[in-house]
Structure formats: C-alpha cells, structure tokens
C-alpha cells in the first residue's frame, strides 16, 4: 500500500481548525486512511491506491475539509488560457504517443515542499503509470526554458544533455549505460530504436521521458514556476495524473495554466480540469447501504465528500472534480455517501435465516490427498500462479506449450500463468540445494489453461506434484510413491513408458488409471539438473487429480 508523510502543521494551516492527534488519526480512519506512525510533526499514512489524490498533503486535506465540514461541494479550478505551446512530432506516434502539459506560476516551495512533490510523482508514477511504463511525470523549473516545446522521437546518439546526478553531457545511449536514474529505467526503452525527448526552442533537450530529466531544469528551493510535462501510452491515465497534479500545486497556492498541446491531427488543451457527471438513484443507495435515505440526505453527504448534486425527484446528478479518477460506476457514490455517514454509525442486521456450511466434497477429496502426501513423508509447499518462460519452459527443457500471457506484466519476472507444477517444484530444490537432503515436497495447485469455450477464454485446474532429492532419488522411488497414493484412493494405475526432454529416456512414463492417462512420472535429467544447479538426483510426477476426485 502506498504511505504518504503528512506534515500535521501544515495539515492544520490547511484545514484552519486546531485538531489534536487523536481527533486528526480518527478521521483519517473514517476517510479509509491508516495512520501507521508518528513521529515529532509528520503522521505516516497508508492510503488506498484507488485515491491516487491522497498522494498529497493537499489531496488529504481537501477531503478532510469536506469532511469535518469546513468547505463543502465541488472545489472549483479554472486553469487560464495557454500561452505555451508543446508540439508533438509524428515520430512518437508508435512509441509513446500522448503527452499533457501544465504550466503552475506564484508557487513558492521549500526543500520539504520539494520533497513532498517528488513523493507524491513517484506514487502516481506507481498507482497510475504502472512503475513509469503507461505514465510518467516531469516536473521543471519553468525559468529554466524557452518555449515553444517539441516532443520527438530521436536515436540513440543524436542528441546531448546533462541528465539529473551527474555533471556530464551524454548522448541517450550513454545515459542508459552510465547515469545512476537511466540504469535504473533502462529497461523501459532500452529496446526502442528511438527514444522520446522534450526539446525547448533553443534546441536544448530538457527531458528522456519516461527516464530522467535534464539537470537544467531541476526543482530547488525558492521555484516560483513549474512546468510539468506527463507522457505515456493512454491518454486517459496521462490526464488523470496531470489534473491531480494540477489540483494538488493549486492548493499549494499556485496559478494553473493550460498548454496547447498540438498534433498533426488537431489541438488538445491540458489540463482538462472540467468536473465530470453522472447519475445516482436514491432508491439504489438506500437498497446497497441499508439506509432510508431522502434525496436531500444523500445529496447532503455527497456534499461532504467534495461534490455538487442537484436533486430532482429520487434522481441525483452528481458533479464530482477530476481528480477523482476512482468515480467510475454509480455504486463508488454510493460508497462517497456509506463513507459520509459513517460505517462506524451503522447498525449491522442479523441474518433472516441461520444456516451451516459443510465442505465441499473436492475439498474432503484434497484434504485426504494432503495426509496421504504428508504421511508418505513429503512436506507441502505453495508456489505462485504467475512465472516467466524461461523458468518455466527453457531451463527445465519442457516443450512449450499454449499458456495465458499477462498483458501488462511489472517485471520480466511474471509473464505468464503456469501450465504446470513441475518447474514450480525444481525451483524450490534448486533454492534450498544447500539444505539438508533428502528433501522431499509436494503441491497441491492450480494452474491455467488456455481454453476459447468459456468466456473467460482461460480455465483453472488442480493438479498435484511431488518431487524427491537425494544421492538415491530415482523413477523407482517416484513410482512407489504413486502406487501408494493410489492404493489409498481404492485405484490402480498403470504406466506407459514416453519420452520427454525435461525426463531420462527410459525412465519417463505416462500415468494411465482406468484407460486414461493422468500424468506424468519420472526422473529428471542431467542437463536439467545442471541447468538448476542441482548436484543431486531428483525425480518427480505430476498428476490431473480433480479427474480422479469422486463424484458427489
């Protein structure tokens, strides 16, 4: 969960009330927020992601003056008209195509308040850019520029210019390869063969989104004007950061203005700071909090939460900022009135009837395998769904098969959802290969197959694999393993030798229990082992055991 550091001083100038700390942690608690510790002047609080606006000491205490009832309704941002422009070049098109811009005048910043700013960047560059890769801000020193701006797409060695934490002038290239900030963002362009930059009139290029900016324009303390540039590859998320930076430096005093961003396809103003609309149905408010609310009540509560309602009849038309990029369904305004209230004040109701749940009869079935597997002398482990190609097909030589892709993985490290146990299982030998042998475990998991015939397009199913390490780990061991396994389970397999790359030759077979094969059991070859770093013989089997759970 993100934390932002919220100076209590400065909370309270902004508020104009004196609240103690008690009082100011006890609503915080009832706006969702969880202060997680005190020290001296600064409350550390955890927020839900879903308000990226609490990323700021202005966006807590702009919920909190509806709240207490301070200042209640829609806050009201009126950016003036634009005097800078930014021209897009068709050259980002196909890299990272959307880019808005604010220009922020009379703002008057400290070190603290600096720090605070680039806090609450990198929380928006985690909750809504996805760690830099669908958004990312730039924050400048205005006086530092000449416009107008140009955003391009340039090659690796064309351009040149002084990054942040370093003193020297280098090309893309070399800030990917030298400076501290492009190693640790590389990966976001290092396979483009163009890099986005933001160049001002003079030719002077002040920023490698979504990288690093250039030491030219860097924020210290005493900046009166900041220009914020924020690129990525959906306009929705580039707008919804812009305007909660906007609203956030415009409470600190600051006088927002809009650029005129220009496509070959036509203008657009940023920021759009227009609060948007939607409809809510009393009678559904009242049906999904257990409220009898009146229109009056709810759009009273609605008020407290920073919003404009007008009434006609049961019908509410809600006007909330756009900064709340949270709002996207009716039931969130029924949420904004649940929390108004107070879920503190709500008198929860017993159920009409008293019933009693039972296992469900897989599960019994599970259960059961999980003793069986224990007392076999295995011990049970649990490995996640998510995992990588490599990991799970190259290094344990498994032919790859169809599997469900993550669109939008955070790391090279989960790309993909598991087609099978086995690998799961050689990873967890090969991190303990300096523990004590034998070691023998098993999983009782899912995994998740492709399958075009449900609508999801995908289908978990439960498997069960066991693998074994020793100096004498070998098929015969694995082989009685199942035997018994089976022989608890009143049924009686047979085995149909196969070959696979992952398996010795000769040592490999497929499962079959009435006719059909389960599984597969053997033990795993040298090349294998080698690749995991494993100096012991290990053998394994994995079985389809949801086709051998009884039927109820």
């Known amino acids: 969960m993100p934390v932002v550091n919220l100076r209590v001083d400065k909370l309270l100038k902004l508020l104009k009330r004196e609240i103690s700390l008690e009082e100011l942690s006890e609503y915080l608690a009832l706006l969702g927020l969880s202060v997680e ?7 550390r609080v955890e927020y839900n992601p879903n308000r990226p606006d609490f990323s700021s000491v202005y966006g807590v205490a702009r919920a909190l003056q509806g709240f207490l009832g301070i200042r209640t309704g829609l806050p009201r941002y009126r950016p003036s008209k634009p005097r800078v422009k930014m021209y897009v070049d068709a050259s980002v098109k196909d890299i990272r195509p959307f880019i808005g811009c604010a220009v922020v005048r009379g703002l008057r910043l400290d070190e603290d308040d600096l720090q605070e700013l680039i ?7 985690w909750i809504i850019g996805r760690n830099r890769k669908k958004m990312a801000i730039g924050l400048h020193d205005f006086s530092a520029l000449t416009p107008p701006f140009t955003y391009r797409a340039v090659k690796p060695d064309e351009v040149r210019f002084t990054p ?47 990288v690093v900016n250039a030491a030219l324009t860097e924020l210290t303390p005493g900046v009166r004007d900041v220009f914020i540039d924020v690129t990525g590859t959906e306009k929705e ?4 950061a812009l305007n909660i930076l906007a609203s956030a430096l415009a409470d600190a005093g600051g006088k927002v203005e809009q650029v005129s961003v220009l496509y070959k396809e036509g203008r657009w103003l940023t920021p759009d700071m227009r609060p948007y609309k939607m409809q809510l149905d009393v009678t559904m408010a009242s049906a999904l909090t257990g409220l009898e609310l009146t229109p ?41 009135i649940s929390i108004a209230y107070g879920y503190n004040k709500m008198e929860p109701i017993k159920p009409a009837s008293n019933t009693y749940g039972r296992y469900l009869y897989t599960s019994e079935f599970y259960e059961k395998i999980c003793e069986v597997m224990v007392g076999l002398g295995f011990s049970e482990v649990y490995n996640l769904l998510l995992t990588n190609e490599k990991t799970h097909y190259e290094i344990v030589l498994m032919d790859e098969e169809r599997h469900v892709m993550l669109a939008n993985p955070a790391t090279g490290e989960y790309t993909m959802l598991r087609t099978s146990l086995i690998p799961s299982l050689l990873s967890n030998l090969a991190m303990n290969k300096d523990n004590l ?9 899912d995994v998740v197959l492709p399958d075009e015939g449900v609508p999801e397009k995908a289908v978990r199913r439960k498997r069960l694999a066991a693998a074994t390490a020793h100096a004498d780990a070998g098929y015969t061991e694995i082989k009685s393993v199942l035997d018994e396994l089976f022989k608890q389970l009143g049924k009686t397999p047979a085995y149909s030798p196969i070959s696979k790359k992952t398996f010795i030759e000769g040592r490999c077979a497929s499962v079959i229990v ?20 494993l100096a012991m013989p290990a053998a394994v089997f994995e079985i389809r055991i949801e086709e051998l759970a009884p039927k109820p």
Do not use: C
């Open 37 to 43: 510790e005190r020290q001296d002047n600064i409350l």
């Open 119 to 125: 806090a609450m960047q990198e929380d928006l560059h």
């Open 164 to 210: 942040l934490k370093d003193y020297r002038r280098m090309t893309p290239a070399e800030v990917l390869a030298k400076n501290e900030i492009g190693r640790k963002y590389s990966w976001l362009v290092a396979s483009l063969q163009r890099i986005p930059v933001l160049v001002d009139a003079r030719g002077e290029v002040f920023s490698m989104p979504p």
């Open 237 to 240: 998320r580039v707008s919804q």
């Open 296 to 336: 009056t009540a709810a759009a009273r509560l609605l008020r407290r939460m920073r919003m404009d309602v007008a009434v006609k009849g049961r019908s509410l038309t809600v006007t909330y900022p756009a900064y709340r990029v949270d709002i996207l369904h009716p039931a969130d305004l029924v949420e904004e």
């Open 437 to 445: 042998y034998p070691q023998r475990i098993f999983e009782l998991g």
């Open 514 to 533: 009435d006719g059909v094969s389960v599984g597969v059991a053997g033990e795993i070859a040298p090349q294998v082992l080698e690749n995991l770093g």
